[in-house]
């Protein structure tokens, strides 16, 4: 398995927004070999001393922190898939992102633990 990891800031009043291009991200994905896709919404995060989610996006007041994965079968799906989606036209579709994507941290992962009940 491979993991594609995204720590996002996006505006509350967005959420709406983020979820709808969440949705139609995930039909792009899965035709190109995605597993799953998880979103997750800030709920309890709290601020760090050193380091945090916040500054690791340089969240701005009002915004709120999303932490997403999409698990691949591989590297090589995940990367093919990466390069395809760029040609596709649909991606064009999408528009403004309800976030600002600069502040965006991302990268690829192999789990090194992956449990499940």
């Not at 996006?10 to 983020?18: D, H, L, M, Q, T």
């Amino acid at each position: 398995m491979y993991v594609n990891g995204f720590i996002v800031a996006v505006p509350e009043g967005n959420k709406a927004a983020y979820i709808d291009v969440a949705e139609r991200f995930w039909e792009l994905v899965k035709e190109y070999g995605a597993l799953s896709q998880v979103e997750c919404w800030e709920a309890d995060v709290k601020d760090g001393h050193t380091t945090d989610f916040r500054q690791a996006v340089k969240c701005e007041d009002g915004e709120k922190i999303v932490f997403s994965w999409v698990t691949w079968p591989d590297k090589a799906t995940a990367d093919a898939s990466h390069e395809k989606m760029m040609a596709d036209p649909r991606m064009e579709e999408f528009g403004e992102m309800p976030f600002d994507g600069k502040r965006m941290v991302y990268g690829g992962f192999e789990p090194v633990v992956n449990k499940h009940a």
